[in-house]
């Protein structure tokens, strides 16, 4: 096998995984940068090699068949090796190129995320940067299978998985959104006991808004009534804002939406987020100098 065909190989894996990941070919074409129909002779070529179809190519999205999931596994080890490769030669460059690849919750506010990553960029223009967005069990077993190298992360539990490293933490305040005029906009403030009778528009379940909003709740025997669940911040916020109902959300979230944001006492409800990686210090140099630039990111890191 020369040098040639073994990357064309990777490739093909890694248009794979992309596919695996991104739930179809168009979303995984985007996401590397390739038209579809390149990503789909690719995925062709592969299948050809392996003698069977890796994907059930029926509707809209598509579906792994049994060799299609025999196949994941290997695949991201040995896209994992190489990856370990590259890193061995952006170490040697000096980070003259190299990638990283980090993970975050959708409702993230302690961190600038893109004007961060502008100054990272300036600072290395030849690191390429991949981010994805995902519920946070999403992003732990992306985190631990070697996909991400560093994730923003709003566990459920006051310890990280085993195998994860925290770099960071921020607290995050949470406060009341309501639409305008609501009385408890008027009153600027409230108790959690007196939301009983209040409807709530919800994140949906497994994120880390939805996991710190359900456990405020039950400790604070809070019985909400959800009249809408959502997977889109911004449509939470639109929904809130036409009155269906109120919700609990970072308050830079409802300031910058310009809606009313209500203190709530007694508890004051937060959510700690924290920068998770697989160990005290990344292995990929990439990896290593954007955790380093995060964790300076803003006063209210904590090492």
Known sequence: MDLYNARMEIRQLRH??????????????????????????????LERELGADLFERTGRRV????AGRALVPQARALLAGAEAARDAVAAVTGLATGRVSVGTIQTLT????????????????????????????????????????????????????????????????????????????????????????EPFVDFRAGTGLETAVRRLAAHCGLQRR????????????????AGIGVAFVPR????????????????????????AGRGPAPRNPAAAALARHLTGAAPAARP
């Not at 579906?63 to 049994?66: P, Q, S, W």
């Not at 959800?226 to 804002?241: A, K, M, P």
């Open 16 to 45: 794979f995984m992309a596919v695996v990941t991104e739930g179809g070919f168009t979303a995984a074409a985007r996401a590397e940068l390739i038209v579809q129909s390149a990503l789909s002779t690719s995925i062709r070529n």
């Open 63 to 66: 579906v792994l068949t049994e």
């Open 110 to 197: 302690c961190v600038d995320l893109p004007a961060e990553l502008a100054s990272f960029h300036q600072e290395f223009p030849g690191v390429q940067v991949s981010v994805r967005d995902a519920p946070v069990g999403e992003l732990t077993d992306a985190l631990r299978a070697g996909e991400l190298d560093l994730a923003f992360l709003a566990p459920d539990a006051r310890e990280l998985p085993e195998g994860l490293h925290s770099h960071a933490t921020w607290r995050e305040e949470l406060v009341l959104i309501t639409a305008p005029g609501h009385p408890l906009a008027r009153a600027g403030r409230t108790l959690i006991k007196d939301l009983a009778d």
């Open 226 to 241: 959800i009249t809408c669940d959502v997977t889109q911040i911004g449509l939470l916020v639109d929904l809130v804002r």
């Open 252 to 275: 830079a979230i409802g300031e910058r939406a310009g809606l009313p944001c209500v203190r709530v006492t007694q508890p004051e409800p937060g959510r700690t987020v924290v920068l």
